[in-house]
């Protein structure tokens, strides 16, 4: 594959040689990206319920600065798709960490003047970084070979974890920094951030070329080179066309929420219990580990025994997740394995359904389906992290785990009537083996 320098415009195809050097290039790029726009959201979100309550004045407002972040992110989905689809994934990218570094300073501005409803619309933007983040895994699904798409996917999952390790740390180095100054020390991660998502736009728009969707565009058939069924609408015909990619979309959407709603609550679980904060980090960064660490495992087992099979073992560590967590009490190295497992689940829902997903729905359409998905994740997630909390407040943190093993049947239920009724197309894709 050629390309001319400085354009996104892909010329014919040439050797494999050259495609599979487009290919490491790509993910390459995508990695890079992925671990400095990863560091970008946790190095601030952790201290977003504290400059609410602050800025607020109240603490009954804390947690409406993470809800305005998870609203912000499912917002952008479609947006951000209905570009990609346009234009390709890099002018998509780009724009969302620039979004996403605009609501940084809005948050920064907020906070300096004491505006309440500013602060929570500069979260709301700053969840499109998010979205940046989420939509880069499909990018590197775009030109990798179908029974390697799943590896592709879970190595940009896996460069998630540098930041979701390395961004809580920074916190605190990031709020001293500003020590003195007339910028308050609560929004320093947040002057950070910007930074951040600004470099990582940066790197995107000069290095992302050729855009790997017009790539993958140019190397379909011609058959499915087609305007029309390049839009949202064709998109949501796409999922409705296609059993299995509407698995794809419940597998994504119910372990995201699954795995949320019973995190939220697990440290508040353990304060109940007697841990200290520095046992819930502990907990809390298996947690963290089993979500992104292992991601490359899943990706190969989902390309060598098939997405059904994976979608099946999530459904399986969920739920062990969900008993052993559920059932611990005072029992901390239980909770820690409980939490590490939900961890693990949520990796093999997300590694499996998104190959899933791109490998079940027409070229044309991915794009736009994909948004989809993550429209369809974060708002769910959304309404299981605010449902989760009246849960543990009506009933109990066991309770809350009961209810997210029990989204998991339906799932498990889909996938083996999937399998039985709506077999992978024997077509030579590996990548859709079963």
């Not at 990206?33 to 190095?43: A, E, F």
């Not at 995190?263 to 109940?272: A, F, R, S």
Request: aromatic share 4%; proline share 6%; hydrophobic share 55%.
């Amino acid at each position: 594959m050629t390309a001319s320098p400085g354009t996104d415009r892909p010329a014919t195809p040439a050797g494999p040689p050259d495609l599979a050097g487009l290919r490491r290039r790509t993910t390459g790029v995508l990695i890079a990206s992925q671990m400095l726009g990863g560091l970008g959201v946790p190095i601030s979100i952790a201290l977003a319920p504290v400059l609410a309550a602050e800025v607020s004045g109240t603490e009954a407002m804390s947690g409406l600065a993470s809800t305005a972040a998870v609203i912000g992110t499912a917002l952008m989905s479609l947006p951000l798709a209905a570009l990609m689809t346009a234009r390709g994934r890099r002018p998509g990218l780009v724009l969302a960490y620039l979004i996403g570094a605009t609501g940084a300073g809005l948050v920064v501005l907020a906070a300096t003047i004491g505006n309440f409803p500013l602060l929570m619309a500069g979260m709301a933007a700053f969840g499109a970084a998010s979205s940046a983040n989420l939509q880069s895994r499909f990018a590197a699904a775009d030109l990798a070979a179908p029974d390697r798409r799943a590896r592709s996917i879970s190595v940009v999952v896996w460069a998630s974890t540098i930041g979701a390790v390395l961004g809580p740390n920074l916190s605190a180095p990031a709020s001293r920094s500003f020590a003195g100054t007339s910028i308050p020390e609560t929004v320093g991660p947040f002057v950070w951030a910007a930074a951040v998502f600004l470099l990582t736009g940066t790197l995107i728009a000069v290095l992302l070329r050729p855009d790997p969707l017009l790539t993958a565009r140019a190397l379909a058939p011609p058959e499915e080179q087609t305007r029309e069924g390049r839009s949202l609408r064709a998109g949501f015909a796409a999922v409705k066309a296609s059993p299995r990619a509407r698995l794809a979309l419940v597998t994504v959407a119910v372990s995201h929420t699954t795995m949320v709603s019973i995190m939220v609550m697990t440290p508040m679980d353990l304060g109940h219990h007697g841990a200290g904060l520095e046992l819930i980090g502990l907990v809390i960064s298996g947690h963290i580990a089993g979500m992104f660490a292992f991601s490359p495992v899943m990706g190969w087992l989902a390309d060598r025994l098939g997405r059904l099979s994976v979608i099946g073992l999530a459904a399986g560590l969920l739920s062990v997740a969900a008993l052993l967590a559920g059932t611990a009490g005072p029992h901390h190295g239980q909770s820690a394995a409980g939490l590490f497992l939900l961890g693990l689940g949520w990796s093999a829902g997300m590694v499996a359904g998104s190959a899933l997903l791109t490998d079940s729905v027409p070229q044309p359409a991915r794009a736009a389906v994909q948004g989809l998905s993550d429209l369809t994740m974060n708002t769910a997630a959304g309404v299981g992290g605010a449902a989760a909390g009246l849960v543990m407040a009506q009933a109990s943190y066991g309770w809350l785990n009961a209810v997210g093993a029990g989204l998991l049947l339906p799932m498990a239920a889909l996938a083996l009537f999937t399998a039985r009724r709506h077999p992978a197309p024997a077509k030579g894709d590996a990548g859709s083996r079963q």
